[in-house]
């Protein structure tokens, strides 16, 4: 029998987040408002409808601006380490709604329960990152040329940053972005994807109550809803000084044109293509783990996921052998359920993706090694659920060199050096994540050279998917060039100011220009 979304826990989920059946979808905190046109949320784990959420009017975007840009006013005054201390409270509702809003993500977006638990736990552990980093925002200091003078930077805030979210991490990359943003003093907009606006309500709310809690004004954190069209309202806005876009490489180069002919600045998180290569002496046992997982997580949505597997010849079969193996173990069910390794992919449109990529690559050539295709029946009614598939395929094909968002792997042989696996791994238009497993510390560190992977993350002996928060995240070429999370990525949401100050009486010129009057 159909498990009930009941038996799972959702209405109270719902309850707990403070869901109702229809939301408002325009927010400056504790205030919310529009009466815009509705966008129905449906989950893809049954087909229901969760609730529905008001979309943003051109009238209702100009009150959230107003809001924001008022509110940065105030906020950029406050000292850093206090915004830190809010971004501790938020974080610390967030371990308190973990398993409320784990769920909703699990529900709206189809993720499994354990992964929508790991993206609240992304959202928490990147409070903590930006809590420290509050007291951390350093310039440098450097020697002027001149007696007398001392010269360094600091870091001011920017003012309202964008942030346009996507379905597949709903919730996590919007925190990546407004911890950090809010410990360096900006206000957020925030667009999540119209696909998943519930989660955006939810989380919304969560940060709104710990602004108010603390006596600040609306308008530091908002959210927006609608379509491209909503997008595009912050992506013309000179008030806008950042957009953060995560999407496909389509949308992203809509949004940087839009953003470059206004001197604006993006920070942009498009698509992947990503590769393991499995050299001669890789561990079996940790290759399957990486790459099942790398390519079935998340149902293959995740720009970090495990797109293909170039195998060393000498151990194609045996590699090949033990996945296909661990493809026949895996569980397609309702992602509440913890039993099912797979859950479905994000809605129907989805579903006729991941179809053509399966017949396109049979087109040109492509063998299927494991067989894809709807699932249907008890169990499956809202018609998203699809078996992982694996085709061997050339990496010229053009179906391989597109990222499909799916559970569809391509298998590939290479022969002699790891130079011949990175010419293959490198070989695509994206370059977000790549990984190789090899004992042979030869090979690993070629990979890491610069001869070696040209994406933004190069991973040894671990897959392709999963990154940490401390790390800095985004990828190169297609991808996008952003950097998001860990490391210095705190520096794009702040302005760099160099200062020189001159004690003495006297002015001289840099470069020893004379100047007398
Ligand atoms: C994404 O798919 O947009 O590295 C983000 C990972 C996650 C984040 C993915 N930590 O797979």
């Known amino acids: 029998m159909q498990a009930t979304t009941t038996s799972f826990g959702i209405e109270e989920a719902l309850e707990q987040l403070g869901i109702k059946e229809v939301n408002k979808g325009t927010s400056t905190g504790k205030n919310w408002f529009s009466d815009g046109e509705e966008i129905t949320s449906h989950s893809p784990v049954d087909g229901q409808v969760i609730a529905k959420v008001t979309t943003t009017s051109k009238e209702d975007y100009e009150k959230v601006m107003e809001s924001a840009t008022s509110a940065f006013k105030d906020w950029r005054l406050k000292p850093a380490p206090l915004r830190g201390e809010i ?166 180069k809509i949004v940087a044109q839009a953003v470059a002919g206004r001197l604006g600045k993006s920070l942009l998180e498009l698509g992947g293509n990503n590769a393991i290569i499995v050299a001669p002496d890789a561990d079996i046992k940790m290759t399957v783990i990486g790459a099942v997982f790398g390519a079935v997580g998340t149902a293959g949505q995740r720009c970090t996921s495990t797109r293909r597997l170039i195998i060393h010849e000498s151990i194609y079969d045996k590699v090949k052998d033990a996945v296909v193996a661990a493809y026949n173990q895996l569980r397609i069910g309702n992602p509440l359920d913890e039993k099912n390794h797979v859950g479905p992919l994000i809605d129907k449109d989805a579903v006729k993706n991941y179809q053509t990529a399966l017949k396109k690559v049979v087109e040109e050539g492509g063998k299927i090694i494991v067989e894809g295709g709807v699932l249907e029946g008890e169990g499956y009614e809202s018609g998203c659920y699809v078996k992982p598939a694996i085709a061997e395929a050339e990496n010229s094909y053009e179906i391989v060199q597109h990222e499909t968002f799916g559970p569809v792997l391509y298998m590939m042989k290479y022969s002699g050096d790891v130079e011949n696996a990175l ?11 790549s990984a190789i497993m090899t004992n042979n510390l030869r090979e690993a ?5 610069v001869q070696g992977s040209d994406c933004g993350i190069a991973n040894v002996n671990i897959g392709t998917s999963g990154a940490e928060i401390g790390g800095a995240f985004g990828g190169e070429k297609e991808t996008g060039g952003g950097r998001e999370s860990g490391s210095d990525a705190w520096k794009v949401y702040m302005r760099r100011q160099t200062n020189t100050i001159n004690y003495t009486t006297e002015l001289p010129l840099a470069q020893g220009i004379k100047f007398d009057l």
């Open 87 to 252: 971004v501790r409270q938020f974080g610390d509702e967030l371990r308190r709604l973990k398993e409320p809003l784990g769920k909703l993500v699990s529900y709206e977006m189809g993720k499994s329960y354990q992964e929508g638990l790991g993206e609240v736990q992304e959202m928490i552990d990147i409070c903590d990152f930006a809590v420290g980093l509050s007291r951390q925002l350093h310039g440098l200091t450097m020697h002027s040329e001149r007696p007398g003078h001392r010269m360094y930077e600091q870091y001011h805030p920017l003012g309202v940053v964008g942030i346009i979210s996507a379905f597949n991490f709903p919730v996590a990359v919007w925190a990546w972005n407004t911890a950090l943003a809010w410990v360096c003093g900006d206000v957020c907009v925030w667009k999540p994807s119209e696909k998943t606006p519930l989660t955006g309500v939810a989380c919304q709310k969560i940060a709104a109550k710990v602004f108010a809690d603390n006596n600040l004004p609306e308008g530091i954190s908002c959210l927006i809803n609608g379509d491209y069209k909503v997008g595009e309202m912050m992506t013309n806005d000179k008030r806008v000084p950042l957009i953060s876009a995560t999407g496909s490489i389509r949308m992203g």
């Open 423 to 433: 010419e293959l791994q490198n070989g695509v238009v994206q370059g977000l994540s």
């Open 445 to 449: 560190e070629h990979f890491l050279s």
